[in-house]
């Protein structure tokens, strides 16, 4: 079964809005979970690194004030667009790093397919 | 910095055919770890495989093999006999551990397709 769980699995909605996508670790808890962009035809790009409890770490030239990143609890961790534009349109994606001796490590979710009209 | 190469952007063969996805990486680590990833149009990624940098076996899982050479710094993956359910967007991946975090690069992906 499913260990992460990332809603919605897409989205549609007008410039202007703002968009949450949830992101829960079903299987144990997430100290540290990542989130990706991915454009068309392109690869994952990390975009931050979420840590429970504390500030997420963006990378470079991600807005931190564009994509506010919340990990209150240690099952969730919410990435939400704000004002989103068409350019923010893409594939979001995002991932849980699993316990210490792992096979793999990270666990991904379904991703979110972001549309702004 | 770390970085991954998958220089063939598209490769189309048709199916039963071999095929060979090529990986390059670069890292300054002495301890890393490489992954290949598939994602099929649907867009979930699914893990295919993790290799430890001190481990150089090849590896076989059924139709599936990858090669690892440190030497060349690659690793690369071949599929036999391809079938049309392989058709998918292939990452290689490298981790680093940055702050406790094992982050991964991603190279920039194949796009495979298997033609009945």
């Known amino acids: 079964g499913a260990v992460v769980s990332q809603h919605p699995s897409w989205v549609i909605c007008k410039s202007g809005t703002s968009v949450k996508i949830e992101c829960r670790s079903l299987?144990?808890?997430?100290?540290?979970m990542f989130w990706y962009r991915q454009f068309p035809k392109q690869s994952l790009m990390l975009m931050a690194t979420s840590n429970e409890g504390s500030k997420a770490t963006y990378e470079q030239g991600v807005e931190k004030d564009k994509f506010l990143i919340n990990h209150a609890s240690l099952t969730l961790s919410t990435l939400t667009v704000t004002s989103a534009h068409p350019e923010d349109s893409s594939f979001y994606i995002c991932s849980v790093m699993t316990p210490r001796g792992a096979s793999q490590p990270q666990h991904f979710g379904d991703g979110t397919r972001l549309s702004i009209l | 910095a770390q970085k991954v190469t998958q220089a063939q952007t598209e490769i189309s063969v048709v199916e039963k055919e071999d095929v060979t996805l090529d990986c390059v990486y670069e890292?300054?680590?002495?301890?890393?770890?490489l992954f290949w990833y598939k994602q099929p149009p649907s867009g979930e990624l699914v893990f295919l495989i993790r290799?430890?940098?001190?481990?150089?076996q090849n590896e076989i899982s059924g139709r599936y093999s990858w090669n690892f050479q440190k030497s060349t710094s690659s690793f690369n993956f071949t599929i036999t006999a391809s079938q049309v359910v392989d058709s998918a967007v292939y990452f290689c991946?490298?981790?680093?551990?940055?702050?406790?975090?094992?982050?991964?690069?991603f190279g920039q992906g194949t796009r495979l397709t298997i033609n009945p």
């Open positions: 290799r430890n940098s001190f481990d150089e």
């Open positions: 299987d144990f808890q997430a100290t540290t």
């Open positions: 890292t300054r680590d002495t301890t890393y770890y």
């Open positions: 991946a490298l981790s680093e551990v940055i702050q406790g975090a094992q982050k991964l690069v």
